[in-house]
Protein backbone atom coordinates (compact mmCIF):
# COMPACT_ATOMS: atom_id res chain seq x y z
CA UNK A 1 0.00 0.00 0.00
CA UNK A 2 1.51 3.33 -1.28
CA UNK A 3 0.19 5.42 1.28
CA UNK A 4 1.41 3.10 4.45
CA UNK A 5 5.09 3.24 3.40
CA UNK A 6 4.96 7.08 3.18
CA UNK A 7 4.64 7.82 6.70
CA UNK A 8 7.79 9.19 8.89
CA UNK A 9 9.22 6.58 11.03
CA UNK A 10 11.44 6.67 13.98
CA UNK A 11 13.65 3.81 15.67
CA UNK A 12 14.22 5.26 19.26
CA UNK A 13 15.94 3.95 22.26
CA UNK A 14 14.87 3.66 25.54
CA UNK A 15 15.48 5.52 28.34
CA UNK A 16 14.30 8.33 25.25
CA UNK A 17 15.86 11.35 25.07
CA UNK A 18 14.30 14.74 25.10
CA UNK A 19 15.87 15.68 21.54
CA UNK A 20 14.27 12.39 20.02
CA UNK A 21 11.04 13.37 21.81
CA UNK A 22 11.13 16.79 19.98
CA UNK A 23 11.06 15.41 16.98
CA UNK A 24 8.11 12.98 17.03
CA UNK A 25 4.71 14.90 14.83
CA UNK A 26 1.56 13.36 15.06
CA UNK A 27 0.81 10.98 12.47
CA UNK A 28 4.08 9.71 12.87
CA UNK A 29 5.17 6.13 12.78
CA UNK A 30 7.50 4.94 16.10
CA UNK A 31 9.49 1.84 17.08
CA UNK A 32 11.40 1.21 20.73
CA UNK A 33 14.24 -1.10 21.30
CA UNK A 34 15.36 -0.98 25.38
CA UNK A 35 13.03 -1.65 28.51
CA UNK A 36 9.02 -0.47 28.33
CA UNK A 37 7.27 -0.75 31.81
CA UNK A 38 3.18 -1.57 32.21
CA UNK A 39 1.43 0.44 34.74
CA UNK A 40 -2.60 1.03 34.99
CA UNK A 41 -5.30 1.71 37.22
CA UNK A 42 -3.81 -1.57 39.70
CA UNK A 43 -0.40 -0.07 39.60
CA UNK A 44 -1.23 3.98 39.75
CA UNK A 45 -3.85 3.16 42.41
CA UNK A 46 -1.59 1.36 44.56
CA UNK A 47 1.46 3.99 44.04
CA UNK A 48 -0.62 7.82 44.18
CA UNK A 49 -3.82 6.22 45.88
CA UNK A 50 -2.46 3.62 48.64
CA UNK A 51 1.33 5.50 48.98
CA UNK A 52 3.45 2.22 48.27
CA UNK A 53 6.64 3.07 47.02
CA UNK A 54 7.28 2.46 43.36
CA UNK A 55 9.07 -1.02 43.01
CA UNK A 56 12.40 0.59 41.69
CA UNK A 57 12.69 4.04 42.81
CA UNK A 58 14.96 5.13 40.13
CA UNK A 59 13.20 4.02 37.14
CA UNK A 60 13.68 6.42 34.62
CA UNK A 61 17.64 5.67 33.86
CA UNK A 62 15.82 1.80 32.98
CA UNK A 63 12.87 3.15 30.96
CA UNK A 64 10.61 6.00 31.10
CA UNK A 65 7.98 4.61 28.69
CA UNK A 66 4.95 3.41 30.59
CA UNK A 67 1.83 1.41 28.11
CA UNK A 68 -1.12 0.80 29.20
CA UNK A 69 -1.26 -2.69 28.86
CA UNK A 70 -2.32 -6.11 29.59
CA UNK A 71 -0.38 -8.65 28.10
CA UNK A 72 -1.89 -12.25 27.70
CA UNK A 73 1.03 -13.81 29.68
CA UNK A 74 1.60 -17.01 31.75
CA UNK A 75 3.90 -19.02 33.67
CA UNK A 76 5.81 -21.81 32.88
CA UNK A 77 6.40 -24.71 35.01
CA UNK A 78 10.27 -23.34 35.51
CA UNK A 79 8.91 -20.17 36.51
CA UNK A 80 10.03 -17.89 33.34
CA UNK A 81 6.85 -16.66 31.51
CA UNK A 82 5.46 -16.79 27.93
CA UNK A 83 4.20 -13.64 26.49
CA UNK A 84 1.86 -14.17 23.54
CA UNK A 85 0.02 -11.26 22.58
CA UNK A 86 0.39 -7.77 23.99
CA UNK A 87 -2.17 -4.92 23.41
CA UNK A 88 -2.80 -2.00 24.82
CA UNK A 89 -5.74 -0.83 26.95
CA UNK A 90 -8.36 2.15 26.54
CA UNK A 91 -6.09 5.53 28.26
CA UNK A 92 -8.61 8.24 28.29
CA UNK A 93 -9.68 6.33 32.25
CA UNK A 94 -6.12 7.23 33.38
CA UNK A 95 -6.53 10.55 33.08
CA UNK A 96 -6.51 11.38 36.48
CA UNK A 97 -3.07 9.80 37.59
CA UNK A 98 -1.13 10.98 34.74
CA UNK A 99 0.23 14.56 35.98
CA UNK A 100 1.41 12.76 39.56
CA UNK A 101 2.85 9.86 37.77
CA UNK A 102 4.61 11.79 35.27
CA UNK A 103 6.41 13.68 37.98
CA UNK A 104 7.07 11.34 40.45
CA UNK A 105 8.92 8.66 37.88
CA UNK A 106 9.81 10.70 34.95
CA UNK A 107 7.98 9.26 32.03
CA UNK A 108 8.14 10.73 28.90
CA UNK A 109 6.10 8.69 26.46
CA UNK A 110 3.13 6.86 27.47
CA UNK A 111 1.63 4.63 25.04
CA UNK A 112 -1.76 3.12 25.07
CA UNK A 113 -5.46 2.93 23.32
CA UNK A 114 -7.19 5.76 22.36
CA UNK A 115 -5.41 8.78 23.06
CA UNK A 116 -6.38 11.01 26.27
CA UNK A 117 -8.37 13.99 25.86
CA UNK A 118 -6.59 16.87 24.06
CA UNK A 119 -6.59 19.14 26.97
CA UNK A 120 -4.61 17.24 29.19
CA UNK A 121 -1.91 16.80 26.29
CA UNK A 122 -1.83 20.96 26.69
CA UNK A 123 -1.84 20.40 30.45
CA UNK A 124 -0.20 17.77 31.32
CA UNK A 125 1.99 15.84 29.18
CA UNK A 126 3.59 18.93 26.75
CA UNK A 127 4.91 20.98 30.19
CA UNK A 128 6.34 17.81 31.14
CA UNK A 129 8.37 16.69 27.66
CA UNK A 130 6.07 14.03 27.53
CA UNK A 131 4.14 12.63 24.50
CA UNK A 132 1.69 10.23 23.77
CA UNK A 133 1.34 7.03 21.07
CA UNK A 134 -1.02 4.62 20.15
CA UNK A 135 -1.43 1.64 19.26
CA UNK A 136 -2.44 0.71 15.88
CA UNK A 137 -5.26 -0.76 15.52
CA UNK A 138 -6.30 -1.69 18.48
CA UNK A 139 -5.27 -5.60 17.73
CA UNK A 140 -1.86 -5.80 16.74
CA UNK A 141 -0.90 -7.80 19.79
CA UNK A 142 0.47 -10.23 17.75
CA UNK A 143 3.37 -8.10 16.21
CA UNK A 144 3.93 -6.14 19.99
CA UNK A 145 4.26 -9.74 21.41
CA UNK A 146 6.97 -10.39 18.89
CA UNK A 147 8.99 -7.21 19.90
CA UNK A 148 8.68 -8.13 23.52
CA UNK A 149 12.11 -9.84 23.82
CA UNK A 150 11.76 -10.79 27.46
CA UNK A 151 10.09 -10.13 30.97
CA UNK A 152 12.75 -8.14 32.47
CA UNK A 153 10.65 -8.46 35.75
CA UNK A 154 7.31 -8.47 36.75
CA UNK A 155 6.17 -6.89 40.29
CA UNK A 156 2.86 -7.23 42.41
CA UNK A 157 2.08 -10.02 40.32
CA UNK A 158 -0.06 -12.18 43.11
CA UNK A 159 -1.74 -8.97 44.83
CA UNK A 160 -2.61 -6.91 41.53
CA UNK A 161 -2.99 -10.31 38.51
CA UNK A 162 -1.51 -10.82 35.01
CA UNK A 163 -3.33 -7.60 34.05
CA UNK A 164 -3.06 -5.25 36.65
CA UNK A 165 1.02 -6.10 37.48
CA UNK A 166 3.54 -3.98 36.84
CA UNK A 167 5.67 -5.81 34.13
CA UNK A 168 9.08 -5.08 32.29
CA UNK A 169 9.51 -5.52 29.35
CA UNK A 170 12.71 -5.98 27.13
CA UNK A 171 12.00 -4.79 23.50
CA UNK A 172 12.97 -4.25 20.33
CA UNK A 173 11.62 -3.61 17.18
CA UNK A 174 8.53 -3.05 19.28
CA UNK A 175 5.97 -1.53 17.32
CA UNK A 176 4.32 -0.08 15.38
CA UNK A 177 2.80 3.02 17.25
CA UNK A 178 1.49 6.31 15.96
CA UNK A 179 1.90 9.16 17.67
CA UNK A 180 -0.92 11.24 18.73
CA UNK A 181 0.97 14.35 20.59
CA UNK A 182 3.71 16.67 20.33
CA UNK A 183 5.31 18.95 22.87
CA UNK A 184 3.12 21.24 21.23
CA UNK A 185 -0.16 19.95 22.64
CA UNK A 186 -1.23 19.04 19.23
CA UNK A 187 -3.79 15.44 19.00
CA UNK A 188 -3.82 13.90 15.81
CA UNK A 189 -7.19 12.56 17.17
CA UNK A 190 -8.73 15.59 17.47
CA UNK A 191 -7.42 16.65 14.30
CA UNK A 192 -9.30 13.75 12.53
CA UNK A 193 -12.08 13.87 14.57
CA UNK A 194 -12.77 18.22 13.98
CA UNK A 195 -12.18 16.79 9.98
CA UNK A 196 -15.17 14.13 10.75
CA UNK A 197 -17.12 16.35 12.31
CA UNK A 198 -17.87 18.53 9.73
CA UNK A 199 -20.26 15.86 7.92
CA UNK A 200 -22.09 14.14 10.32
CA UNK A 201 -24.80 16.53 10.57
CA UNK A 202 -25.42 15.90 6.78
CA UNK A 203 -25.84 12.17 7.29
CA UNK A 204 -28.79 12.88 9.18
CA UNK A 205 -30.67 14.97 6.49
CA UNK A 206 -34.09 13.82 5.43
CA UNK A 207 -34.47 11.43 7.95
CA UNK A 208 -37.25 11.65 10.21
CA UNK A 209 -37.31 12.43 13.52
CA UNK A 210 -37.81 9.82 16.09
CA UNK A 211 -41.19 9.02 17.66
CA UNK A 212 -39.50 9.35 21.38
CA UNK A 213 -36.78 11.65 22.04
CA UNK A 214 -33.79 10.97 24.45
CA UNK A 215 -30.42 10.97 25.32
CA UNK A 216 -28.36 10.22 21.93
CA UNK A 217 -31.15 12.60 20.28
CA UNK A 218 -30.56 15.04 22.74
CA UNK A 219 -27.77 16.25 24.96
CA UNK A 220 -29.81 18.28 27.31
CA UNK A 221 -31.26 16.24 30.09
CA UNK A 222 -34.04 19.30 31.25
CA UNK A 223 -35.64 18.61 27.71
CA UNK A 224 -38.62 17.14 27.50
CA UNK A 225 -38.82 13.68 25.79
CA UNK A 226 -41.32 14.36 22.92
CA UNK B 1 -21.29 -44.42 18.68
CA UNK B 2 -21.51 -42.28 21.50
CA UNK B 3 -19.76 -38.66 21.48
CA UNK B 4 -18.37 -38.56 25.06
CA UNK B 5 -16.98 -35.78 26.91
CA UNK B 6 -13.50 -36.13 25.75
CA UNK B 7 -14.37 -35.72 22.42
CA UNK B 8 -16.13 -32.23 23.42
CA UNK B 9 -12.67 -30.96 25.18
CA UNK B 10 -10.42 -31.51 22.94
CA UNK B 11 -12.54 -29.89 20.07
CA UNK B 12 -13.42 -27.02 22.24
CA UNK B 13 -9.46 -26.58 23.39
CA UNK B 14 -8.87 -26.27 19.93
CA UNK B 15 -11.49 -24.09 18.53
CA UNK B 16 -10.26 -21.90 21.55
CA UNK B 17 -6.80 -21.78 20.48
CA UNK B 18 -7.67 -21.25 16.25
CA UNK B 19 -9.97 -18.69 17.01
CA UNK B 20 -7.76 -16.48 19.08
CA UNK B 21 -4.87 -17.14 16.45
CA UNK B 22 -6.16 -17.39 12.74
CA UNK B 23 -8.41 -14.65 11.83
CA UNK B 24 -11.39 -16.68 9.40
CA UNK B 25 -10.49 -16.30 5.74
CA UNK B 26 -14.02 -14.28 4.74
CA UNK B 27 -13.01 -11.89 7.18
CA UNK B 28 -9.93 -11.53 6.06
CA UNK B 29 -10.75 -11.06 2.25
CA UNK B 30 -12.87 -8.24 3.40
CA UNK B 31 -10.11 -6.40 5.10
CA UNK B 32 -8.12 -6.67 2.30
CA UNK B 33 -10.58 -5.26 -0.24
CA UNK B 34 -11.39 -2.29 2.07
CA UNK B 35 -7.29 -1.62 2.32
CA UNK B 36 -7.56 -2.00 -1.67
CA UNK B 37 -10.35 1.20 -1.77
CA UNK B 38 -9.60 3.18 2.17
CA UNK B 39 -8.06 6.82 0.42
CA UNK B 40 -7.41 7.97 4.21
CA UNK B 41 -3.77 7.69 4.45
CA UNK B 42 -3.96 6.52 8.35
CA UNK B 43 -6.39 4.46 7.97
CA UNK B 44 -4.61 2.76 5.29
CA UNK B 45 -1.44 2.48 7.24
CA UNK B 46 -3.40 0.71 10.35
CA UNK B 47 -5.58 -2.06 7.90
CA UNK B 48 -1.82 -2.68 6.34
CA UNK B 49 -0.73 -3.27 9.72
CA UNK B 50 -3.69 -5.56 10.73
CA UNK B 51 -3.09 -7.69 7.99
CA UNK B 52 1.09 -7.75 9.14
CA UNK B 53 -0.45 -8.54 12.65
CA UNK B 54 -2.63 -11.77 11.15
CA UNK B 55 0.23 -12.91 9.27
CA UNK B 56 2.59 -13.14 12.33
CA UNK B 57 -0.27 -14.16 14.64
CA UNK B 58 -0.08 -17.44 12.55
CA UNK B 59 3.25 -17.11 11.94
CA UNK B 60 3.91 -17.62 15.45
CA UNK B 61 0.91 -19.18 16.80
CA UNK B 62 0.46 -16.15 19.37
CA UNK B 63 -3.39 -14.69 19.51
CA UNK B 64 -3.87 -11.95 17.26
CA UNK B 65 -4.92 -9.68 19.89
CA UNK B 66 -4.50 -9.32 23.42
CA UNK B 67 -7.37 -8.73 24.85
CA UNK B 68 -9.19 -12.06 25.01
CA UNK B 69 -12.29 -10.28 25.21
CA UNK B 70 -15.51 -12.41 26.73
CA UNK B 71 -14.76 -15.75 25.50
CA UNK B 72 -17.84 -17.66 25.31
CA UNK B 73 -19.80 -20.92 23.34
CA UNK B 74 -22.42 -21.63 21.14
CA UNK B 75 -23.85 -25.43 20.62
CA UNK B 76 -25.95 -26.87 18.19
CA UNK B 77 -27.14 -29.79 19.22
CA UNK B 78 -28.16 -32.69 15.98
CA UNK B 79 -31.39 -34.12 16.79
CA UNK B 80 -30.01 -37.55 16.97
CA UNK B 81 -26.88 -36.95 18.31
CA UNK B 82 -26.07 -39.67 21.25
CA UNK B 83 -24.73 -37.82 23.60
CA UNK B 84 -25.38 -39.16 27.23
CA UNK B 85 -24.78 -35.75 29.61
CA UNK B 86 -25.55 -32.42 28.72
CA UNK B 87 -23.93 -31.27 31.63
CA UNK B 88 -20.63 -33.13 31.11
CA UNK B 89 -20.70 -31.23 27.99
CA UNK B 90 -20.77 -28.04 29.58
CA UNK B 91 -18.12 -28.93 32.39
CA UNK B 92 -15.92 -30.33 29.08
CA UNK B 93 -16.36 -26.00 28.04
CA UNK B 94 -15.42 -25.12 30.57
CA UNK B 95 -12.12 -27.40 31.42
CA UNK B 96 -11.19 -26.29 27.69
CA UNK B 97 -11.64 -22.88 28.55
CA UNK B 98 -8.84 -22.84 31.22
CA UNK B 99 -6.47 -25.21 29.98
CA UNK B 100 -6.59 -23.23 26.31
CA UNK B 101 -6.06 -19.98 28.92
CA UNK B 102 -3.02 -20.78 30.45
CA UNK B 103 -1.98 -22.79 27.39
CA UNK B 104 -2.40 -20.50 24.48
CA UNK B 105 -1.96 -18.23 26.43
CA UNK B 106 -5.09 -16.14 26.50
CA UNK B 107 -5.49 -13.19 29.09
CA UNK B 108 -7.75 -13.91 31.90
CA UNK B 109 -10.39 -11.34 31.26
CA UNK B 110 -13.07 -12.61 33.27
CA UNK B 111 -13.34 -10.83 36.98
CA UNK B 112 -16.34 -10.74 39.28
CA UNK B 113 -18.02 -8.06 38.36
CA UNK B 114 -18.08 -6.15 41.81
CA UNK B 115 -15.37 -7.23 43.57
CA UNK B 116 -12.68 -7.75 40.87
CA UNK B 117 -11.52 -11.61 41.97
CA UNK B 118 -10.55 -13.56 39.39
CA UNK B 119 -9.04 -17.29 39.13
CA UNK B 120 -6.57 -16.68 35.87
CA UNK B 121 -8.60 -19.07 34.16
CA UNK B 122 -12.04 -17.01 32.56
CA UNK B 123 -14.50 -18.91 34.46
CA UNK B 124 -16.41 -17.77 36.99
CA UNK B 125 -19.81 -17.40 37.73
CA UNK B 126 -22.68 -17.61 34.55
CA UNK B 127 -19.18 -17.27 32.56
CA UNK B 128 -18.48 -18.59 30.05
CA UNK B 129 -21.70 -18.08 28.13
CA UNK B 130 -23.31 -21.28 26.94
CA UNK B 131 -26.07 -20.81 24.23
CA UNK B 132 -27.90 -23.32 23.04
CA UNK B 133 -29.45 -24.36 19.86
CA UNK B 134 -31.23 -27.56 18.21
CA UNK B 135 -30.98 -28.79 15.10
CA UNK B 136 -33.21 -31.80 13.12
CA UNK B 137 -32.37 -35.01 11.48
CA UNK B 138 -28.56 -34.39 12.08
CA UNK B 139 -26.39 -37.06 14.67
CA UNK B 140 -23.69 -34.19 15.11
CA UNK B 141 -23.16 -31.47 18.03
CA UNK B 142 -21.57 -28.21 16.37
CA UNK B 143 -19.33 -26.07 18.78
CA UNK B 144 -18.47 -22.58 18.29
CA UNK B 145 -16.32 -20.60 20.45
CA UNK B 146 -16.31 -16.31 19.96
CA UNK B 147 -14.19 -13.92 21.52
CA UNK B 148 -15.46 -10.48 21.43
CA UNK B 149 -13.96 -7.31 23.26
CA UNK B 150 -16.61 -6.23 25.17
CA UNK B 151 -16.58 -2.25 26.59
CA UNK B 152 -17.33 -0.57 23.38
CA UNK B 153 -19.72 -1.02 20.51
CA UNK B 154 -22.56 -2.41 21.25
CA UNK B 155 -25.83 -0.67 22.08
CA UNK B 156 -29.95 -1.22 22.36
CA UNK B 157 -32.74 1.65 22.07
CA UNK B 158 -36.18 0.69 21.57
CA UNK B 159 -37.75 2.41 18.95
CA UNK B 160 -41.49 2.17 17.70
CA UNK B 161 -42.97 1.00 14.58
CA UNK B 162 -43.68 4.63 13.22
CA UNK B 163 -40.14 5.04 13.26
CA UNK B 164 -39.17 3.03 10.65
CA UNK B 165 -36.30 2.37 8.64
CA UNK B 166 -35.31 6.14 9.53
CA UNK B 167 -35.15 5.05 13.01
CA UNK B 168 -32.64 2.50 12.98
CA UNK B 169 -30.80 4.32 10.45
CA UNK B 170 -30.60 7.35 13.03
CA UNK B 171 -29.62 4.33 15.41
CA UNK B 172 -26.54 2.91 13.41
CA UNK B 173 -24.96 6.20 12.75
CA UNK B 174 -25.08 7.25 16.28
CA UNK B 175 -23.65 4.06 17.68
CA UNK B 176 -21.42 4.16 14.74
CA UNK B 177 -20.31 7.27 15.19
CA UNK B 178 -19.87 7.25 18.87
CA UNK B 179 -17.89 4.08 19.43
CA UNK B 180 -15.84 4.94 16.48
CA UNK B 181 -14.86 7.84 17.29
CA UNK B 182 -10.86 7.16 18.20
CA UNK B 183 -11.67 3.76 17.10
CA UNK B 184 -13.05 2.74 20.57
CA UNK B 185 -14.55 -0.16 18.76
CA UNK B 186 -11.89 -1.49 16.71
CA UNK B 187 -13.84 -0.60 13.35
CA UNK B 188 -13.91 -1.94 10.24
CA UNK B 189 -16.72 -4.04 12.16
CA UNK B 190 -18.73 -6.95 10.73
CA UNK B 191 -21.51 -4.78 12.38
CA UNK B 192 -24.96 -6.78 13.51
CA UNK B 193 -28.45 -5.26 14.13
CA UNK B 194 -30.38 -7.01 16.11
CA UNK B 195 -34.65 -5.69 15.32
CA UNK B 196 -37.30 -7.35 17.37
CA UNK B 197 -38.30 -9.91 19.69
CA UNK B 198 -38.39 -8.66 23.40
CA UNK B 199 -35.31 -6.58 24.65
CA UNK B 200 -33.52 -9.68 25.55
CA UNK B 201 -33.92 -11.20 22.32
CA UNK B 202 -33.12 -8.41 20.42
CA UNK B 203 -29.60 -7.94 22.03
CA UNK B 204 -29.14 -11.34 21.73
CA UNK B 205 -30.21 -12.04 17.71
CA UNK B 206 -27.57 -8.53 17.27
CA UNK B 207 -25.00 -10.22 18.82
CA UNK B 208 -25.38 -13.52 17.15
CA UNK B 209 -25.40 -11.71 13.92
CA UNK B 210 -22.29 -10.00 14.15
CA UNK B 211 -20.47 -13.16 15.05
CA UNK B 212 -21.98 -16.03 13.58
CA UNK B 213 -22.59 -14.90 9.93
CA UNK B 214 -19.60 -14.63 7.58
CA UNK B 215 -18.88 -11.50 5.92
CA UNK B 216 -20.67 -11.87 2.47
CA UNK B 217 -23.93 -13.72 3.98
CA UNK B 218 -26.89 -12.12 3.52
CA UNK B 219 -30.22 -12.70 5.18
CA UNK B 220 -32.91 -14.85 2.78
CA UNK B 221 -35.26 -12.10 2.84
CA UNK B 222 -34.83 -10.27 -0.01
CA UNK B 223 -35.92 -6.96 1.42
CA UNK B 224 -33.63 -7.86 4.67
CA UNK B 225 -30.64 -8.57 2.17
CA UNK B 226 -30.86 -4.86 0.30
CA UNK B 227 -31.40 -3.49 3.96
CA UNK B 228 -28.35 -4.87 4.90
CA UNK B 229 -26.75 -3.64 1.95
CA UNK B 230 -27.55 -0.12 2.75
CA UNK B 231 -26.47 0.14 5.91
CA UNK B 232 -22.94 -1.19 5.07
CA UNK B 233 -23.07 1.83 2.73
CA UNK B 234 -24.24 4.09 5.13
CA UNK B 235 -21.44 3.28 7.39
CA UNK B 236 -19.06 3.40 4.82
CA UNK B 237 -19.91 6.91 4.28
CA UNK B 238 -19.63 8.54 7.62
CA UNK B 239 -16.16 9.75 6.64
CA UNK B 240 -14.56 7.43 9.24
CA UNK B 241 -11.82 4.73 9.26
CA UNK B 242 -9.89 2.34 11.16
CA UNK B 243 -9.31 4.05 14.26
CA UNK B 244 -11.95 7.22 13.74
CA UNK B 245 -8.61 8.69 11.18
CA UNK B 246 -10.53 10.46 7.96
CA UNK B 247 -11.52 7.48 5.61
CA UNK B 248 -14.20 4.91 4.67
CA UNK B 249 -13.49 1.73 6.35
CA UNK B 250 -16.27 1.15 9.06
CA UNK B 251 -18.14 -1.66 8.38
CA UNK B 252 -16.93 -4.75 6.65
CA UNK B 253 -20.50 -5.99 6.02
CA UNK B 254 -23.90 -5.93 7.94
CA UNK B 255 -26.03 -8.71 9.00
CA UNK B 256 -29.52 -8.05 10.40
CA UNK B 257 -31.50 -10.39 12.33
CA UNK B 258 -34.94 -9.98 13.15
CA UNK B 259 -37.61 -12.15 15.58
CA UNK B 260 -41.18 -11.29 16.11
CA UNK B 261 -42.12 -8.50 18.63
CA UNK B 262 -44.61 -6.57 20.47
CA UNK B 263 -47.28 -5.12 18.29
CA UNK B 264 -46.38 -1.56 19.85
CA UNK B 265 -42.29 -1.47 19.64
CA UNK B 266 -39.66 -2.12 17.29
CA UNK B 267 -36.22 -3.05 19.54
CA UNK B 268 -32.99 -2.15 17.76
CA UNK B 269 -29.60 -3.65 18.97
CA UNK B 270 -26.29 -2.92 17.39
CA UNK B 271 -22.94 -5.07 17.55
CA UNK B 272 -19.61 -4.46 16.23
CA UNK B 273 -17.48 -7.50 16.00
CA UNK B 274 -14.16 -6.27 16.18
CA UNK B 275 -10.72 -6.06 13.56
CA UNK B 276 -9.78 -9.23 15.57
CA UNK B 277 -12.95 -11.05 14.68
CA UNK B 278 -12.13 -14.39 16.40
CA UNK B 279 -14.66 -17.13 15.84
CA UNK B 280 -13.85 -20.72 15.42
CA UNK B 281 -16.45 -23.54 14.82
CA UNK B 282 -15.51 -27.78 15.24
CA UNK B 283 -18.40 -30.75 14.56
CA UNK B 284 -18.16 -33.44 16.57
CA UNK B 285 -19.74 -36.37 13.93
CA UNK B 286 -21.42 -39.27 15.81
CA UNK B 287 -17.83 -41.51 15.19
CA UNK B 288 -16.10 -39.11 17.88
CA UNK B 289 -14.64 -37.83 14.43
CA UNK B 290 -13.49 -33.93 14.81
CA UNK B 291 -13.78 -31.09 11.80
CA UNK B 292 -13.01 -27.96 12.02
CA UNK B 293 -13.79 -24.57 10.25
CA UNK B 294 -14.41 -21.02 11.09
CA UNK B 295 -18.12 -20.22 9.25
CA UNK B 296 -20.03 -21.31 12.32
CA UNK B 297 -23.69 -21.92 10.40
CA UNK B 298 -25.51 -21.23 13.24
CA UNK B 299 -28.45 -19.43 10.93
CA UNK B 300 -30.41 -22.44 9.65
CA UNK B 301 -33.29 -22.72 8.58
CA UNK B 302 -34.80 -24.32 11.20
CA UNK B 303 -33.22 -21.73 13.69
CA UNK B 304 -35.10 -18.92 12.28
CA UNK B 305 -37.86 -21.11 12.18
CA UNK B 306 -38.78 -19.96 8.66
CA UNK B 307 -43.01 -20.03 7.83
CA UNK B 308 -44.81 -20.50 11.06
CA UNK B 309 -44.83 -24.21 12.06
Given at each position: MSQATKRKTHHLTVPVSASDIGKLKPGDIVYLEGVVYTAREGVYDRVLGKGHDLPIP??????NVNFHCSPAASQSEDGSYVIGGVTATASFRFSKWMAHWLDLTDTKIVIGKGGMPKDDYAKILAPRGAVYLTTVGYGTGALLGRGVVGVRDVFWLSDLGIAQAMWMFDVRAFGPFIVDSDLEGNSLFAQHNDAIADHINSLYEGLKPPALSRYGETDDRKDEVM | MTITADHIEEAAYQIMKKAAIDIPDDYLTGIEAMADKET?????????????????????????CADTGLPRYYVKVGDNADMKSMVALDAALRKATANATHDVPLRPNRVHPLWRTE?????????????????????????????????????YRMLFPGDGIDGIKRFL???????????????????????????????????????????????????????????????????????????SSMVVDCHIEVGYTHTGGMPVSVHTFCLSSR??????????????????RWFTPYMRREGIT
Amino acid sequence: MSQATKRKTHHLTVPVSASDIGKLKPGDIVYLEGVVYTAREGVYDRVLGKGHDLPIPDLAPISNVNFHCSPAASQSEDGSYVIGGVTATASFRFSKWMAHWLDLTDTKIVIGKGGMPKDDYAKILAPRGAVYLTTVGYGTGALLGRGVVGVRDVFWLSDLGIAQAMWMFDVRAFGPFIVDSDLEGNSLFAQHNDAIADHINSLYEGLKPPALSRYGETDDRKDEVM
Amino acid sequence: MTITADHIEEAAYQIMKKAAIDIPDDYLTGIEAMADKETGDLSAFVLSAMLDNYRAATEDRRPMCADTGLPRYYVKVGDNADMKSMVALDAALRKATANATHDVPLRPNRVHPLWRTEHNNNLGINAPEVEWSFEPDADWIDITTVHKGGLFGSDYRMLFPGDGIDGIKRFLLDTLIAFGKRGLACQPAIVGVGIGGSKDTCMQLGKQAACLRVVGDRNPDPEIAKLEHEFKELGNSIGMGAMGFVGSSMVVDCHIEVGYTHTGGMPVSVHTFCLSSRRATARIHSNGEITYRTDPRWFTPYMRREGIT
